[in-house]
């Protein structure tokens, strides 16, 4: 293969449909793929050549004080600025309520000068009590897990490894309960940074924050090792280091974003869609692609052994999944099966006729992983600063029909149903949480969160049915503006199916935490960990390379991570 | 965040006004459309809460109100409010925009009695319509005339020396520019570049005083009180997290 990428001229013979991929339970299944935001800023990483440096780290022998870490591009400088502190054991919590954390952070957008970090010093650890400025582009927050840092710092301060079993299970030293940009709590505006290369694709920035938090992490426990072990202490070996990720604890705050940004979501979906397709078009597959797949199934069974839950509902999954690896990994074997004209098509169909959804979604991933060339272009299509408009053009007639084709998911549901409307969304005045309440049980049905598309649409349908097609939308919004919003919604959303969410996000059997897991994926989290139907811890940035690997051949090589390359998959 | 004198981000402005319209019981959409106006408002250097505070202050007392009529008198198309009351500024606004988008910019309209007719003037920049130009005389006798000249410029004409966001209370006549209109020498003119100034904003903030304190207390309005058993289990995760 020569050129850039590839065109496949029937891609759209092979896209999978928005009923079939907007469904919560898909959603809920999603793993990560090479289009994933991670990837997209390692692969930019290396290929611009990024320079990483420490340039401040003035802390007292515990580790507490302040950190600066900064990130040269070719056009411009961006600085982790980090301040620890010691907490209490008890009010660690990875909830928004928190009102301390061991270590505060936030990304300046240059080299800030002592007057900068003299502000953020008073605001940072503060998190959503402080106060912020368009120099900075993200807010974060970080906990220790206790048992890992802890025996990390020992270990390497008497000159040995920490227990890779230990480290193993948890996966990293410290775990983010909030990364916040976008010009939250008066951090930059998106679209400050929009027009800057490396910040184009979405989130581009927070999970640069990210990534500088585990590097920042790793040197935290080494340096502390030296501090307390002299001359005795050790690194952390390449295996270890690399394999340690960020932990993220991720709750309801989450799922608002998906439902007010549809646009941006029918751009990530359509991307990854047609990257599947793409594959799943090739009738002869490119050289080296089947070996790379095999050898990924392999790589995802030990993947899949070293992620340990405690949620029974995903043990399940897990333990599932690892039979149908298996059974998958034997058909692949028999060359009757492969070595067919179109070979990635049918293995997603085997796939699809006879295993889970999070076998089918794991497949999704593991056949693109190999086709960066045919691929990554679409990383490039990911973001949207489209602003959705009302169009009083529009006539009664034409919604009537857009809601009747691109909204029957909604429209079927029947919300006189007590169990079709039991939950609602809110904020709570305790620091803005996001809550998830029950109808009856839970007060705030009255400040419910404008999230209920699918009964907005319904009732709308039930009005439309009424309501004669002589005349405009902009009468018909003066006499109801209540629903003007969900109007502009179909408006904006039925030329980007893929942009909804096609359940009733209020019913009884909802968990939020499908929702989590479909965007958490996108950002190219791995080891989903449920801790209730609300939240997850999920290891980001784990097998990815750090600062001093990035020139490596294999830089991009880190999806579905496992702690050890065992033998038979080295080559 | 309830802070009576800050630096916000365009962000914040359509978090906060949104909800501090819900909180007067606005609906959403109409509420999202106040929020983007406001939105314009702050890109053009205004403060969004001094312009935005006496819109939601009448709907609160309900001094206006939110229903709108539309008639055609002598062939001149109109917006009114049927009660005897002022019409509220965020209603106006969309009814205008959604009439110009309908209609085009050659067109023309009258508003009657609208509460805060610099509401008006932002929904039509933040909706980029342009070649119109905007009178009012308002209950204090100050009268302006707002051009939108293309989509990168506007400007205020006005004899008055009065804030153009605190005027109030006023009839709006809507039209398009005319190739040769001419500016009376008592008026001065104040022109605007939309991308300068938002530029500048970008890499400042949006600087709100006094008045926000109260635009956050209708934003206050949408939270819901925290109890034991929603703080336990609302948010799913537990309260301490230790591993």
């Given at each position: ?23 919560l ?6 793993f ?15 290929r ?9 780290r003035?802390?007292?022998k ?6 600066i ?9 961006y600085s982790?600025?980090?301040?620890t502190q ?10 928004v309520?928190?009102?301390v ?24 650890p ?8 368009p ?14 840092f ?5 270990s ?27 010009g939250?709590?008066g951090?930059?505006d998106r ?13 581009q920035?927070?999970l ?9 992490t790793i040197?935290?426990v080494e ?36 439902l007010k ?14 990257a599947?397709?793409r594959?799943r078009?090739?009738?002869?597959p ?16 030990q ?13 399940d ?8 690896i ?17 070979p ?12 889970s ?7 999704v ?5 190999p086709?960066g ?12 600063n ?6 009083a ?23 006189s ?20 309440g029950s109808k ?10 404008p ?25 018909f ?19 980007r199916?893929?942009?909804e ?18 965007k958490?994926?996108?950002?190219g989290?791995?080891?989903f960990?449920?801790?209730s139907?609300l939240?997850t811890?999920v290891?980001?940035?784990q ?7 990035l ?12 702690a ?8 | ?20 319209a ?9 509420s ?26 009448n709907l ?6 939110l ?6 008198a002598n ?34 309209l ?7 007719p610099?509401l ?9 319509l342009?070649?119109?130009?905007v ?18 410029e ?13 005027s ?12 040769d ?32 304190q ?30």
């Amino acid at each position: 293969m020569t050129t850039e990428t590839l065109t496949i001229d029937n891609e759209s013979d092979f896209m999978r449909s928005p009923e079939k991929v907007m469904r919560l339970d898909r959603m809920g299944s999603s793993f990560p793929t090479r289009l994933s935001f991670m990837r997209t800023l390692i692969r930019r990483m290396a290929r611009e050549n990024w320079k990483f440096e420490r340039t401040r780290r003035e802390v007292d022998k515990d580790g507490y004080g302040l950190s600066i870490y900064a990130v040269t591009t070719p056009h411009r400088t961006y600085s982790l600025v980090g301040f620890t502190q010691k907490i209490p054991d008890e009010m660690r919590t990875d909830r928004v309520i928190a009102e301390v954390w061991d270590a505060t952070f936030n990304l300046f957008d240059g080299v800030p000068t002592q007057d900068d970090i003299d502000y953020l010093a008073n605001n940072t650890p503060k998190q959503e009590g402080g106060r912020y400025r368009p120099s900075e582009l993200a807010l974060a927050r970080a906990n220790k897990s206790l048992r890992v840092f802890k025996n990390a710092v020992d270990s390497l301060s008497k000159g040995q490894q920490p227990d890779f079993d230990l480290l193993k299970s948890v996966g990293y030293l410290m775990r983010t309960s909030a990364v916040y940009g976008s010009g939250k709590f008066g951090c930059a505006d998106r679209a400050k940074i929009a027009d800057r290369e490396e910040c184009k694709a979405p989130f581009q920035m927070e999970l640069l924050t990210v990534y500088l938090i585990r590097w920042f992490t790793i040197d935290s426990v080494e340096e502390l090792a030296k501090e307390r072990g002299g001359k005795k202490a050790v690194k952390l070996n390449k295996t270890s280091r690399q394999f340690i990720g960020v932990g993220n604890a991720t709750g309801l705050g989450m799922a608002p974003f998906l439902l007010k940004h549809p646009a941006l979501i029918h751009n990530w979906v359509v991307a990854k869609e047609t990257a599947l397709a793409r594959v799943r078009s090739i009738e002869t597959p490119l050289e080296g692609t089947l070996e790379a797949f095999h050898k990924s199934l392999l790589q995802v069974s030990q993947h899949i052994d070293e992620w340990n839950v405690d949620d029974a509902l995903q043990s399940d999954r897990i333990l599932c999944l690892t039979d149908e690896i298996q059974a998958l990994r034997i058909w692949c074997e028999d060359e009757l099966n492969i070595s067919r004209p179109y070979p990635w098509n049918g293995i997603y169909h085997f796939v699809e006729d006879n295993f889970s959804l999070e076998c089918q979604e794991m497949i999704v991933s593991l056949i693109i992983e190999p086709h960066g060339l045919l691929v990554d272009d679409l990383a490039e299509t990911m973001s949207t600063n489209m602003i959705p408009k009302f169009d009083a053009d529009m006539s009664l007639a034409q919604l009537k029909e857009v809601v009747e084709d691109s909204y029957q998911w909604a429209t079927n549901i029947d919300f006189s149903l007590k169990e079709s409307q039991h939950h609602f969304w809110y904020y709570s005045e305790d620091k803005l949480e996001p809550r998830f309440g029950s109808k009856g049980v839970d007060d705030g049905v009255e400040q419910e969160m404008p999230l209920a598309i699918g009964r907005d649409v319904s009732e709308l349908n039930n009005l439309l049915s009424v309501t004669s097609n002589d005349i405009s939308i902009s009468e018909f919004v003066m006499m109801y503006p209540e629903f003007r919003h969900i109007i502009r919604r179909i408006q904006n959303t039925f030329l980007r199916p893929y942009s909804e969410v096609q359940d009733n996000l209020l019913s009884e059997s909802m968990r939020p935490i499908d929702l989590l897991r479909f965007k958490l994926a996108f950002f190219g989290a791995s080891k989903f960990d449920p801790k209730s139907d609300l939240w997850t811890r999920v290891s980001m940035y784990q097998g990815a390379p750090m600062p001093d690997q990035l020139s490596q051949p294999n830089y991009d090589s880190w999806s579905f991570p496992i702690a050890e390359r065992p033998n038979h998959i080295l080559k | 965040m309830s802070k009576s004198y800050l630096k916000i981000s365009l962000n914040e402005i359509l978090f906060y006004f949104t909800r501090a319209a819900s909180g007067v019981d606005v609906p959403i959409g109409l509420s999202e459309d106040f929020a983007r106006s406001n939105i314009w408002i702050s890109e053009n250097g205004f403060d969004p809460s001094l312009v935005s505070l006496q819109a939601l202050d009448n709907l609160d007392s309900k001094t206006s109100s939110l229903s709108i009529k539309f008639e055609k008198a002598n062939e001149d198309p109109h917006l009114f409010c049927p009660e005897n009351k002022l019409l509220s500024a965020l209603k106006a606004s969309v009814s205008c925009v959604d009439w110009f988008e309908v209609k085009g910019s050659s067109s023309q309209l009258k508003i009657s009695n609208v509460d805060s007719p610099f509401l008006v003037i932002s929904a039509l920049g933040a909706n980029k319509l342009i070649g119109l130009k905007v009178l009012w005389i308002d209950q204090d006798k100050n009268n302006y005339q707002v051009n939108f000249i293309d989509s990168e410029e506007w400007e205020i004409v006005s004899s008055s020396t009065n804030p153009i966001e605190l005027s109030s209370n006023a009839d709006i006549f809507i039209s398009p520019i005319e190739s040769d209109h001419i500016i009376h020498k008592d008026n001065s003119i104040k022109k605007f570049n939309i991308t300068e100034k938002k530029l500048e904003i970008l890499n400042n903030g949006v600087e709100v005083k006094e008045n926000w304190q109260e635009i956050y207390d209708y934003f206050s309005r949408c939270l819901v009180k925290s109890s034991a058993e929603s703080r336990a289990s609302g948010a799913g995760a537990g309260l301490v997290d230790s591993d």
